[in-house]
């Protein structure tokens, strides 16, 4: 048996996280069993599955490696598959025509209320001669489900799980517009698409002992389900925006990068030891059901900023200033050759402080600016009159010293040593001078990233 396992998604808005860890979880699944990842858009809500929304899924899973092996499927597409099911099992005698108006429906639901029970089809049509059928009325098709006995699913994730089919009514699978229900629909796409293991949340359990009855009505083989737990907030709370970012664009905006991405929400309710740190092969070759917990998680932005900031310094240089480049043109920095130089010669040492793109980007800016430079406050005032002569004095000095390591910090003690002070009272303002920020990677490597031509242009510009 090949394994083939689905993601499911709406396209009525953004992709959101827990939605993006269901698809890692069918895409690792997948893998591991050396089976097939599929990817089906589920747009029958025409009034607010939008176009835009789809290409937001389709972007999304392409920036974090989660490529499925065929074209996606459109369930809007398979409308007449949905309606012809609908019709065996109509003259099979496993479904019915039902006639009830929407207020009798409305007056059930309030009687059912009232009464404090579950707001159930009381089944009125089940057994009725359609000759009955009041005039203009158009029918719904009803699945006649069991009322005995009871649905047992053997769930990879949460165990076994049953329901008794008393709890359960008789659930439309055709409106009576002619249009299929989702639960209906989801159904008849999993049986074409031989999906084998539907992973999806746990939010869809509910929904699952329905679909098992059409899966039993149909004589069709049932796929192996598994529900994993929601992602909460912190506080145990539904996640939302309060909480955060909660789109995979929104992470992507904020400068996460996808592997990170990735790693954090495997390791948010999965779990293979001590293993944190997990590259895409060894998530393959790890995973497994049987790791996923039964408790909601918690999502941890801290966390998952750390974990980020690992990545960025384990990422290509190259690659990275890719992103940098881009980000500093939407801000509208302009980026020369010779800015692509010195950001991609001062990498090592950036990444290393950096947790997220955007971190990055902000402290590699000054190497693309011209004079002036903005100054932040605590450079500023690093640049009191005594370190701008001091600054003033070193100019000589680098201009007769080689821009290398070792020569540019023997130049610098040499030159703190002859001022009477120590070096930090040279590489401060001089960082200053150079940056316009207190922070950035060693004084020397930021000298050889600039050259001696722009670091002697600024430290001019700063020394007045």
Same mark, same amino acid.
């Given at each position: 048996?090949?394994? /083939? @396992?689905?993601? &499911?998604?709406?396209?009525?808005? *953004?992709?959101?996280?827990?939605g993006?860890?269901t698809?890692?979880?069918?895409?690792?699944?997948?893998?591991?069993?050396?089976?097939?990842?599929?990817?089906?858009? %589920?747009? +029958?809500?025409?009034?607010?599955? @939008?176009?835009?929304?789809?290409?937001?899924?389709?972007?999304?899973?392409?920036?974090?490696?989660?490529?499925?092996?065929?074209?996606?499927?459109?369930?809007?597409?398979?409308?007449?598959?949905?309606?012809e099911?609908?019709?065996?099992?109509?003259?099979?005698? $496993?479904?019915?025509?039902?006639?009830?108006?929407?207020?009798?429906?409305?007056?059930?639901?309030?009687?059912?209320?009232?009464?404090?029970?579950?707001?159930?089809?009381?089944?009125?049509?089940?057994?009725?001669?359609?000759?009955? &059928?009041?005039?203009?009325?158009?029918?719904a098709?009803?699945? $006649?489900?069991?009322?005995?006995?009871?649905v047992?699913?053997?769930?990879?994730?949460?165990?076994?799980?049953?329901?008794?089919?008393?709890?359960?009514?008789?659930?439309?699978?055709?409106?009576?517009?002619?249009?299929?229900?989702?639960?209906?629909?989801?159904?008849?796409?999993?049986?074409?698409?031989?999906?084998?293991?539907?992973?999806?949340?746990?939010? #869809?359990?509910?929904? +699952?002992?329905?679909?098992?009855?059409?899966?039993?009505a149909?004589?069709?083989? $049932?796929?192996?389900?598994?529900h994993?737990?929601?992602?909460?907030?912190?506080?145990? &709370?539904?996640?939302?925006?309060?909480?955060?970012?909660?789109?995979?664009?929104?992470? /992507?905006?904020q400068?996460?990068?996808?592997e990170?991405?990735?790693?954090?929400? =495997?390791?948010?309710?999965?779990? #293979?030891?001590?293993?944190?740190?997990?590259?895409?092969?060894?998530?393959?070759? !790890?995973?497994?059901?049987?790791?996923?917990g039964?408790?909601?998680?918690?999502?941890?932005?801290?966390?998952?900023?750390h974990?980020?900031? =690992?990545?960025?310094?384990?990422?290509?240089?190259? /690659?990275?200033?890719?992103?940098?480049?881009?980000?500093?043109a939407?801000? %509208?920095?302009?980026?020369?050759?010779?800015?692509?130089?010195?950001?991609?010669?001062?990498?090592?040492g950036?990444?290393?402080?950096?947790?997220?793109?955007g971190?990055?980007?902000?402290?590699?800016?000054? =190497?693309?600016?011209?004079?002036?430079?903005?100054?932040?406050?605590?450079?500023?005032?690093? *640049?009191?009159?005594?370190?701008?002569?001091?600054?003033?004095?070193?100019?000589?000095?680098l201009?007769?010293?080689?821009?290398?390591?070792?020569? =540019?910090?023997?130049a610098?003690?040499?030159?703190?040593?002859?001022?009477?002070?120590?070096?930090?009272?040279?590489?401060?303002?001089? /960082?200053?001078?150079?940056?316009?920020?207190?922070?950035?990677?060693?004084?020397?490597a930021?000298?050889?990233? !600039?050259?001696?031509?722009?670091?002697?242009?600024?430290?001019?510009?700063?020394?007045?």
């Amino acid at each position: 048996m090949t394994v /083939r @396992t689905r993601f &499911a998604p709406s396209p009525t808005g *953004l992709l959101h996280i827990g939605g993006v860890r269901t698809a890692l979880f069918n895409y690792l699944f997948a893998r591991h069993h050396g089976g097939e990842f599929l990817l089906r858009i %589920e747009d +029958t809500d025409r009034a607010r599955s @939008t176009q835009e929304a789809v290409q937001v899924i389709l972007d999304g899973l392409d920036w974090l490696g989660l490529t499925p092996d065929s074209p996606p499927v459109y369930q809007s597409s398979r409308e007449a598959r949905h309606v012809e099911v609908a019709m065996q099992l109509l003259a099979a005698g $496993k479904a019915y025509k039902c006639y009830c108006t929407p207020e009798e429906l409305q007056a059930m639901r309030a009687q059912a209320m009232a009464e404090k029970r579950p707001p159930r089809y009381d089944g009125r049509w089940r057994d009725r001669d359609p000759a009955e &059928a009041p005039a203009g009325v158009k029918p719904a098709i009803r699945l $006649k489900a069991p009322r005995e006995g009871e649905v047992v699913l053997a769930d990879l994730v949460q165990g076994e799980v049953r329901v008794k089919n008393a709890e359960m009514d008789d659930m439309i699978i055709l409106r009576s517009d002619g249009t299929p229900t989702y639960l209906h629909a989801v159904v008849c796409d999993d049986h074409d698409m031989g999906i084998t293991h539907v992973i999806r949340g746990d939010d #869809h359990l509910t929904n +699952t002992f329905r679909q098992i009855q059409i899966y039993d009505a149909m004589g069709w083989d $049932k796929p192996a389900f598994a529900h994993i737990p929601l992602i909460h907030g912190a506080d145990g &709370a539904k996640l939302s925006k309060r909480h955060g970012a909660v789109s995979v664009l929104e992470f /992507r905006e904020q400068g996460f990068l996808p592997e990170a991405l990735c790693n954090y929400l =495997l390791r948010l309710g999965w779990g #293979h030891g001590d293993a944190e740190f997990l590259s895409r092969a060894e998530q393959i070759d !790890l995973f497994s059901l049987e790791g996923v917990g039964r408790a909601a998680s918690r999502m941890d932005y801290a966390k998952l900023t750390h974990l980020n900031g =690992l990545w960025l310094r384990q990422a290509d240089d190259e /690659r990275l200033r890719a992103e940098v480049v881009a980000r500093l043109a939407k801000a %509208e920095i302009t980026v020369d050759a010779a800015a692509m130089q010195r950001i991609l010669a001062l990498m090592p040492g950036l990444k290393e402080r950096a947790k997220t793109l955007g971190e990055l980007t902000a402290s590699a800016a000054f =190497l693309a600016r011209e004079i002036p430079l903005p100054f932040e406050p605590k450079a500023e005032a690093l *640049l009191t009159p005594e370190a701008r002569a001091r600054l003033f004095a070193l100019v000589p000095v680098l201009e007769g010293v080689d821009f290398t390591p070792a020569a =540019l910090d023997t130049a610098l003690r040499a030159f703190a040593e002859a001022q009477g002070c120590k070096l930090g009272q040279v590489a401060q303002p001089l /960082r200053a001078a150079l940056t316009g920020s207190t922070m950035s990677p060693g004084i020397d490597a930021t000298l050889i990233a !600039l050259g001696p031509a722009e670091s002697l242009k600024r430290v001019r510009a700063a020394a007045g």
